[in-house]
């Protein structure tokens, strides 16, 4: 099968192309995957460190009740991951965890902000999700303008800022208002439409995280199940080898180049980062390549702890945000969830910040001094450490830019990934990006 032509080739072998191999595969096409990487997966990984099981960064998974994900498992895995549910997200404050409010009645109760700033936080919360689909330019606007009017006190902009930072990468300055309200379940991001108004005002007495969740035996599981569940003799994959230009003829694709050699397809699905695709394709529109030039990504720092005990202050089940500092942090003892991700009586917590320019090292060690100031028993339990630094998603969500489509401009390249649709995050975005493309391919009558 090396030498012949495939129906499609997929460049890169993270979850998006994962997910489209696997789709392609199940419809009937021979597919070529080229991986630059030695391991297939990406950021979708869960590897070992001195007995611990550690993931690519710390996941938890939104929208797995009715979501792209899980529309994607139905139609295509025959191996199906098992997912937990993620547990509540928490605030620490002074040593205490009180529960991420949610709904106005969480709200009033939050005392970690005075109550001043509680009830300025309902009034925007009402005006936000009232303006939704009244005055969605006024929701397009970052966060920061959005709430100017409130005042908020700096603890209040502490917290807004965080947020903006774990649901879009970005500073509350650049994070558009109706991300926070999709993030927080407010609003479905696929409409704006009337009908939807209700429901969300529905959300202000009754609202969850029920349909976010952690897979059984980390992230990996869910790359696994993907690449277990394409037919066999149906694709190749090819590791270590870097794609270097997406040949394309009068604006038809007709294969790729690769660091090693040429292979020829009539479509090809792009999963590497959109701000490279300009560099692959000779003579790109201006236009186009100046839309992509626009895209931002953001580098996130995480540390994994090996805990030689399980603290009482991590015996939740969930995740939590730190956020009155200058170093905010996610952070999810994923062991909870999963003892086999720690070795036995042990516990394994991932924590994660966002890097801008600094100095690595510096950024590292302001962060763990933030860790050990929020939970001191931590630092005498450490077992192991282990530091990450990667681009969570390869664009992120910023006021006035909007992501290529899945369908580009030369015909039969389809891209995907999580810079080629806006909704929710992560995997799950990558799974919508999955959907969209293969949606443009019926059309484009290349799937039935
Ligand atoms: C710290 C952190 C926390 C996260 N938290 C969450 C979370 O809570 N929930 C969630 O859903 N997601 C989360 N994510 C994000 C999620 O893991 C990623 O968004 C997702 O895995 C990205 O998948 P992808 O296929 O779009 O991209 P990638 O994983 O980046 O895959 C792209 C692949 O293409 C390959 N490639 C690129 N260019 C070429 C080329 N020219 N030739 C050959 N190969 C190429 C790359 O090597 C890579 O393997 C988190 C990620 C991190 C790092």
Redesign the pocket.
């Known amino acids: 099968m090396v030498n012949k032509k495939f129906d499609a080739i997929v460049?890169?072998?993270?979850?998006?192309?994962?997910l489209s191999t696997l789709a392609l595969a199940r419809e009937g096409k021979t597919v070529l995957v080229?991986?630059?990487?030695s391991?297939?997966?990406?950021?979708?990984r869960t590897y070992e460190i001195e007995g611990y099981q550690v993931d690519?960064?710390?996941?938890?998974?939104?929208d797995l009740i009715n979501g792209p994900l899980k529309k994607l498992i139905n139609d295509y895995f025959r191996v199906v991951p098992r997912f937990f549910p993620i547990g509540s997200y928490y605030v620490r404050d002074n040593g205490k965890l009180q529960e991420f409010p949610l709904t106005l009645l969480q709200l009033a109760k939050f005392d970690i902000l005075p109550k001043k700033e509680r009830l300025i936080m309902s009034s925007a919360m009402i005006d936000a999700v009232a303006n939704f689909s009244l005055n969605r330019e006024l929701l397009d606007k970052s966060i920061y303008e959005f709430m100017k009017k409130y005042k908020p006190s700096s603890q209040t902009w502490k917290l807004i800022n965080t947020v903006s930072y774990f649901l879009s990468g970005k500073s509350m300055k650049e994070t558009p208002t109706w991300r926070i309200l999709g993030g927080s379940g407010y609003v479905d991001e696929n409409s704006s439409h009337k009908k939807n108004q209700l429901k969300s005002l529905i959300k202000f007495k009754k609202n969850n995280y029920s349909s976010h969740g952690y897979p059984l035996g980390g992230?990996q599981s869910i790359t696994d199940c993907a690449l277990n569940s394409i037919p066999k003799n149906s694709t190749i994959f090819k590791l270590n080898?870097?794609?270097?230009k997406i040949i394309t003829e009068k604006n038809i694709t007709k294969g790729v180049q690769?660091d090693k050699n040429i292979y020829n397809s009539d479509i090809v699905i792009y999963?590497?980062?959109m701000t490279?695709l300009p560099n692959?394709i000779d003579n790109l529109s201006k236009v186009y390549t100046c839309e992509l030039e626009k895209l931002k990504q953001t580098k996130?720092l995480?540390i994994w702890f090996g805990l030689k005990k399980k603290l009482l202050e991590l015996s939740y089940i969930g995740s939590e945000i730190y956020f009155n500092t200058e170093t905010p942090y996610w952070a999810i003892p994923v062991s909870n969830l999963d003892s086999h991700l720690a070795p036995k009586n042990k516990q394994l917590v991932?924590f994660?910040t966002i890097i801008e320019n600094e100095k690595s090292e510096e950024k590292i060690n302001n962060f763990k001094k933030t860790i050990f100031t929020a939970i001191p028993n931590l630092f005498e339990n450490i077992d192991f450490e282990h530091v990450?630094i990667?681009?969570?998603?390869?664009a992120a969500v910023t006021t006035g830019v909007k992501f290529p489509s899945p369908r580009s401009t030369i015909k039969n390249l389809y891209l995907?990934?999580?810079?080629t649709d806006m909704r929710?995050?992560?995997?799950?975005?990558?799974s919508h990006?999955v959907i969209e493309a293969l949606k443009f391919m019926r059309e484009d009558n290349i799937l039935d």
């Open positions: 460049v890169g072998a993270g979850i998006s192309g994962i080229i991986e630059k990487n391991v297939l997966g990406g950021n979708c690519t960064g710390p996941h938890a998974i939104t992230i080898e870097k794609v270097v690769t999963s590497g980062f490279n692959l996130s995480t991932g994660s990450q990667t681009v969570p998603e390869k995907v990934g999580t810079d929710s995050m992560g995997i799950t975005r990558a990006s």
